[in-house]
């Protein structure tokens, strides 16, 4: 079965999507990091989405759901990369994506990560080192 990687790093949780995404994908996605994210206890989960060229209305529901799954389990969502014309489609098929925070890179991600993590009294910051 075909699956994307999850990466710890520290506290959080990275997700590059490097691959077409389809709905049996995406679910297994959201099945996946929702357990990484109670396993591990991670404090927030960076979703990269540069190499997405379509978001469709299902793909979209599962990012906010996969935010929705995340903050209940005590964890901040970012999603990455988003291209204008993801962004675009996004905005005319009506999805407001709640509980997803959007940054433009990687380090701008993990950077919002990062301080929110700080500003909430967590010890380590994204790479795993105490402060």
Do not use: W
């Amino acid at each position: 079965m075909e699956r994307i990687p999850i990466l710890r790093m520290g506290n959080f949780l990275l997700v590059t999507i490097q691959v077409d995404m389809h709905d049996k994908l995406a679910l297994t996605l959201q099945d996946d990091l929702t357990a990484k994210i109670a396993d591990v206890g991670a404090k927030g989960v960076l979703i990269d989405i540069s190499s997405l060229e379509i978001v469709d209305s299902f793909i979209g529901r599962t990012l906010a759901n996969i935010a929705s799954m995340a903050r209940v389990l005590d964890a901040q969502t970012v999603v990455v990369g988003m291209q204008p014309a993801v962004a675009i489609t996004l905005v005319e098929l009506g999805m407001s994506l709640p509980g997803i925070r959007t940054a433009l890179n990687v380090e701008s991600g993990m950077q919002y990560l990062h301080e929110t993590a700080t500003a909430y009294g967590d010890g380590e910051d994204y790479d795993g080192d105490s402060e």
